[in-house]
C-alpha cells in the first residue's frame, strides 16, 4: 500500500494560477457560477487556514484579461507576479522564488486553463519534488476531454486531485479544532450546507 500524502496546513502553499477575467470565459468544463464559486472556496480556506498564497497572471495586458478581482480584495498582501508572457508559470524567476520564499513543500494548485496553467507547473514542481494538489473543481478548461487529459497526465505524475471541499476537510482534521467556523464557511459556498449548520444551531441552543 501507498503512503498517504495528507495535507498538512503548517506545509503547504496555495498557487492561484491565472485566474483571469479573459481566460474564465473559456471555461465550459464546469458552470460558470459554479466555477467561480469554487475559486472563491479555495481562496476563502486558504486565508481562513493562514496559508500563504501566491496570485500569478499571464499577460494581463493582452487577450487573458486582468486577475479576478476578488482574488485580490482577499490578498491584498499576498505575492502577485504578473508575468509578461511565460506560459508555464514556473518558468518566471519571479513566481518560483515567491514559491521558494514560503518554505513549504505542498502545494495546492488551481487555474485556467487546466491542461496549461495548471499542468505545466504542477509538473515543474513534481519534478523539484514538491507535493502537488490539484484542485480539480477550482481548475477550468474548455471541455470535458481536455480537462480528462490534464489531469491524467498530472496523476501519472504523481500530483494528487482533490477538490476544494475535500482540501478544506484534510486541512481542519478535527471537526473540535473549530465547528462554527468551518461551518460557514462551507456555508458561504454550498447552500445546502446551511441547513446543517442551522440545525446544529438549534440543538446547541438548547
Not at 92 to 106: I, L, R, S, W
Not at 181 to 202: E, K, Q, V
Request: charged share 25%; aromatic share 10%; with cysteine.
Amino acid at each position: 500500500m501507498k503512503d498517504y500524502p495528507r495535507l498538512d496546513k503548517n506545509n503547504a502553499a496555495v498557487l492561484l494560477v491565472d485566474h483571469q477575467t479573459g481566460l474564465l470565459s473559456l471555461v465550459r468544463d464546469i458552470q460558470p457560477d459554479t466555477f467561480k464559486n469554487n475559486v472563491l472556496a479555495l481562496a476563502d480556506l486558504a486565508k481562513y487556514f493562514k496559508l500563504p498564497t501566491i496570485l500569478t497572471t499571464s499577460f494581463e495586458d493582452g487577450p487573458n484579461g486582468p486577475l479576478v478581482p476578488e482574488l485580490k480584495e482577499t490578498f491584498p498582501d499576498a505575492p502577485y507576479i504578473a508575468r509578461p508572457g511565460q506560459i508555464n508559470a514556473w518558468d518566471n524567476e519571479d513566481f518560483v522564488k515567491a514559491v521558494k520564499a514560503t518554505g513549504k513543500k505542498q502545494l495546492i494548485v488551481a487555474g485556467v486553463v487546466t491542461e496549461v496553467c495548471v499542468a505545466f507547473p504542477t509538473l515543474s514542481a513534481l519534478a523539484e519534488e514538491f507535493e502537488v494538489f490539484v484542485v480539480t473543481d477550482a481548475s477550468g478548461t474548455f471541455n470535458e476531454m481536455t480537462r480528462d487529459a490534464a489531469l491524467d497526465r498530472m496523476s501519472k505524475a504523481g500530483a494528487q486531485l482533490m477538490t476544494w471541499f475535500g482540501v478544506a476537510c484534510e486541512l481542519h482534521r478535527d471537526w473540535r479544532n473549530d465547528i462554527e467556523g468551518l461551518g460557514t464557511l462551507f456555508s458561504n459556498h454550498i447552500p445546502d450546507y446551511r441547513n446543517l449548520m442551522n440545525s446544529y444551531a438549534t440543538l446547541t441552543s438548547k
